[in-house]
Structure formats: C-alpha cells, structure tokens
C-alpha cells in the first residue's frame, strides 16, 4: 500500500491564497487506509481551508469529491463538470493521481495535498512502517520473506554486515538487523542452505534507469 502524509495545512492555503473556489478530490485507495486522503480527510481539509480564508476575510469556495481511485483514469471523467468553475484543483492522492488530475484537465492548476511516502503497511491503528523497496526483482523467496533491499539500513544482498549487534541494526537499537531476521526465518523453515548461494550485484536498471517503468498484460488488453 502506498503511504502519504499531509503537507502542512498552511503550505496549501497559502498555495490558494489568490483563489475564490478551489475543487479537493480525495481518494477511496491508498490514502484512505493510512488516513491521509480519503473523504473524511477531503471534507475536513475543506472545512479548515474555509475557517482560514474566514478569519482572514477573504472567504473561500471549496467543492469536494471522493474518486473510488485517482490512480485510474477511468475514475476521473465524473469530475468533468465540477472542475470547471473552479480556480485549482487539490488532490489528496498519490502522485500518480495527482499527475492523472494533471493530464485530464489541462487548464487547472493541481495541487498535490499529501506527501507521498513509501510502501509499506500498517503495524498497529496509526501507524505505518516501509516494507517494499519497489526494485523491480522480487528475491523474498531466497530470504524468508524480509525484504534486504529496504529492512536492511544498507540494501545488503549477502548477509549482515559488521555493524549488528544482538539482533539490532547499528542505526538505532529501535531498528532489527534485518538479516537476523532472515537467518532466524530461514533457519525455522530449514533453508539455511539456501543463504549459501551468492546473490549476483543488484540489476537497478530494473528498479529506475531507463525512464519510466511500465508493466504490460497483453493477455488483458482490449483494442
């Protein structure tokens, strides 16, 4: 799941400061489970965007919209008749819906509301922490789950380094080894063996050079 926060309240107004009406688009996604962006967020977002533009005296028009996702296009086009009249957009998504908002309507300024984090997934109620490094060569099956790339403080492919200490990562003593972590899983599966086997550097081409990733299924493409 994708992890965002919100920029500071602040940040945005003063971004609509010469602005009479402004449009906030949340997202039903992502953002919603981490309680960044979904419509309870949009509505109270709205609401204290106009309490501010009050006590200024200068009072501000927000309309609002939920989009079941922001991420696909094919949510956006409900929104046609709503952006028109208004001066900017504010999105509560990812980036990537705030570039879909971006692409579809041309002629307004959007505004990203959220900070968009990591990829992770939530520990306890309010609380998220970074699982996926996005690296585009998943190797989970060789290390018991535990992602090297992004729980070990430095991206190390082939066992731990020399910095751990009692299971804890030499950053913090808050921070696990993650290659503990894999030792002692790969250990309870009985596939020690298999940390034997020397993994080849890093192919990053994978991850980001190149431009743009892109994934195709043509098996479900129509047209």
Same mark, same amino acid.
């Given at each position: 799941?994708?992890?965002?926060?919100?920029?500071?309240?602040? &940040?945005?107004?003063?971004?609509?400061?010469?602005?009479?009406?402004?449009?906030?688009?949340?997202?039903? +996604?992502?953002? /919603?489970?981490?309680?960044?962006?979904?419509?309870?967020?949009?509505?109270?977002?709205? =609401?204290?965007?106009?309490?501010?533009?009050?006590?200024?005296?200068?009072?501000?028009?927000?309309? /609002?919209?939920?989009? /079941?996702?922001?991420? &696909?296009?094919?949510?956006?086009?409900? !929104?046609?008749? !709503?952006?028109?009249?208004?001066?900017?957009?504010?999105?509560?998504?990812?980036?990537?819906?705030?570039?879909? !908002?971006?692409?579809?309507?041309?002629?307004?300024?959007?505004?990203?509301?959220?900070?968009?984090?990591?990829? +992770?997934? =939530?520990?306890?109620?309010?609380?998220?922490?970074?699982?996926?490094?996005?690296?585009?060569?998943?190797?989970?099956?060789?290390?018991?789950?535990?992602?090297?790339?992004?729980?070990?403080?430095? =991206?190390?492919?082939? +066992?731990?380094?020399?910095?751990?200490?009692?299971? #804890?990562?030499?950053?913090?003593?808050?921070?696990?080894?993650?290659?503990?972590?894999?030792? &002692? #899983? !790969?250990?309870?599966?009985?596939?020690? &063996? #298999?940390?034997?086997?020397?993994?080849?550097?890093?192919?990053? =081409? #994978?991850?980001?050079?190149? +431009?743009?990733?892109?994934?195709?299924?043509?098996?479900?493409?129509?047209?």
């Amino acid at each position: 799941m994708i992890i965002a926060q919100q920029k500071p309240l602040k &940040d945005i107004a003063a971004l609509i400061s010469e602005c009479n009406k402004v449009m906030l688009v949340g997202c039903a +996604g992502c953002v /919603t489970v981490c309680l960044a962006g979904g419509e309870k967020e949009t509505e109270i977002m709205a =609401s204290s965007l106009r309490m501010m533009r009050e006590v200024e005296g200068k009072p501000l028009q927000t309309i /609002t919209y939920t989009a /079941t996702r922001q991420c &696909d296009p094919e949510y956006i086009p409900p !929104m046609d008749e !709503m952006v028109k009249d208004v001066d900017a957009v504010i999105s509560l998504a990812c980036g990537v819906g705030v570039q879909y !908002m971006a692409e579809r309507y041309t002629d307004k300024w959007v505004i990203p509301a959220l900070d968009t984090k990591f990829i +992770g997934g =939530s520990t306890v109620h309010g609380e998220w922490v970074e699982k996926c490094g996005l690296c585009g060569e998943c190797i989970l099956h060789k290390t018991g789950g535990i992602c090297p790339i992004i729980r070990c403080s430095k =991206s190390i492919l082939n +066992g731990p380094c020399g910095g751990s200490q009692y299971g #804890k990562c030499e950053i913090s003593k808050d921070v696990d080894c993650a290659w503990q972590l894999i030792y &002692d #899983k !790969m250990k309870a599966l009985g596939k020690l &063996d #298999k940390l034997m086997e020397i993994q080849p550097p890093k192919d990053w =081409s #994978k991850s980001r050079d190149g +431009g743009p990733r892109k994934a195709v299924r043509e098996d479900v493409m129509i047209g």
